[in-house]
């Protein structure tokens, strides 16, 4: 979802030789991107605990992940994610914009927005950046120290399959979150000072776009079957 309200509008400037976007389809940009980008963050962090749930207390899995508390952790994030981009958005775009209507990125990112404002009211929506990544970093060490445990757990078990296997599912999901929170973090609150439009472009990549386009590669490699397959097919 991420992925996709980004780079088919770029793909498309970028094949037309143009480098227009409506009012209109820029505040829907920040919408859906804001939205797919922290419900994805909030289930990666319910997934953190869903491994540790299943690898450290195995007894108390059907207790504690039951299908009613599913079904409300994935209400809570993608709630939670409607307000954040709501909030984000209406701050945002109701920020009079003096400099120009040039947004220096190959979508509408808010960071670059706000470089266009010459108002004083831009500061609700820093302060709001700044609680969300605030709330964005306490996730972060919540799935570390998950994983550390799990990390724990795994390292105890006699079955060097089950240690691998446990691994090969654990740390892809941990480089995928490391790369998003330190690239936006880095995006969001790098000083004026070195910032550049070729280093802007190449970090917004790294956590607006690779995460997203990883993921299905990540999640499917985990699965016994689609490996068999594509050695098969390899191996004609």
């Given at each position: 979802?991420?992925?996709?309200?980004?780079?088919?509008?770029?793909?498309?400037?970028?094949l037309w030789d143009i480098r227009a976007?409506?009012?209109?389809?820029?505040?829907?940009?920040?919408?859906?991107?804001?939205?797919?980008?922290?419900?994805?963050?909030?289930?990666?962090?319910?997934?953190?605990?869903?491994?540790?749930?299943?690898?450290?207390?195995?007894?108390?899995?059907?207790?504690?992940?039951?299908?009613?508390?599913?079904?409300?952790?994935?209400?809570?994030?993608?709630?939670?994610?409607?307000?954040?981009?709501?909030?984000?958005?209406?701050?945002?775009?109701?920020?009079?914009?003096?400099?120009?209507?040039?947004?220096?990125?190959?979508?509408?990112?808010?960071?670059?927005?706000?470089?266009?404002?010459?108002?004083?009211?831009?500061?609700?929506?820093?302060?709001?950046?700044?609680?969300?990544?605030?709330?964005?970093?306490?996730?972060?060490?919540?799935?570390?120290?998950?994983?550390?445990?799990?990390?724990?757990?795994?390292?105890?078990?006699?079955?060097?399959?089950?240690?691998?296997?446990?691994?090969?599912?654990?740390?892809?999901?941990?480089?995928?979150?490391?790369?998003?929170?330190?690239?936006?973090?880095?995006?969001?609150?790098?000083?004026?000072?070195?910032?550049?439009?070729?280093?802007?472009?190449?970090?917004?990549?790294?956590?607006?776009?690779?995460?997203?386009?990883?993921?299905?590669?990540?999640?499917?490699?985990?699965?016994?079957?689609?490996?068999?397959?594509?050695?098969?097919?390899?191996?004609?």
């Amino acid at each position: 979802g991420s992925i996709s309200t980004t780079v088919p509008k770029a793909m498309a400037n970028s094949l037309w030789d143009i480098r227009a976007i409506s009012y209109l389809g820029c505040t829907l940009q920040v919408f859906f991107f804001l939205i797919c980008a922290t419900a994805e963050f909030s289930l990666l962090t319910i997934m953190a605990y869903d491994c540790y749930v299943a690898i450290c207390q195995p007894l108390h899995y059907g207790t504690l992940l039951g299908s009613r508390a599913c079904a409300h952790m994935a209400a809570a994030a993608w709630g939670s994610a409607f307000l954040t981009a709501l909030l984000h958005t209406a701050n945002t775009f109701s920020i009079p914009l003096c400099q120009s209507n040039i947004v220096d990125q190959f979508f509408c990112e808010i960071s670059q927005i706000l470089t266009l404002s010459c108002s004083h009211s831009s500061l609700r929506e820093v302060g709001l950046i700044i609680f969300s990544a605030f709330v964005f970093w306490w996730c972060f060490v919540f799935i570390v120290v998950s994983y550390v445990q799990i990390f724990r757990a795994v390292l105890r078990l006699p079955s060097e399959q089950g240690r691998h296997k446990a691994f090969s599912t654990c740390l892809p999901h941990l480089a995928v979150v490391s790369l998003f929170i330190s690239t936006s973090t880095f995006a969001y609150f790098k000083p004026p000072s070195i910032s550049f439009p070729s280093l802007d472009l190449v970090v917004t990549v790294l956590y607006a776009v690779v995460p997203p386009a990883v993921n299905p590669l990540i999640y499917s490699m985990s699965n016994q079957e689609l490996k068999e397959s594509i050695r098969k097919v390899i191996s004609g």
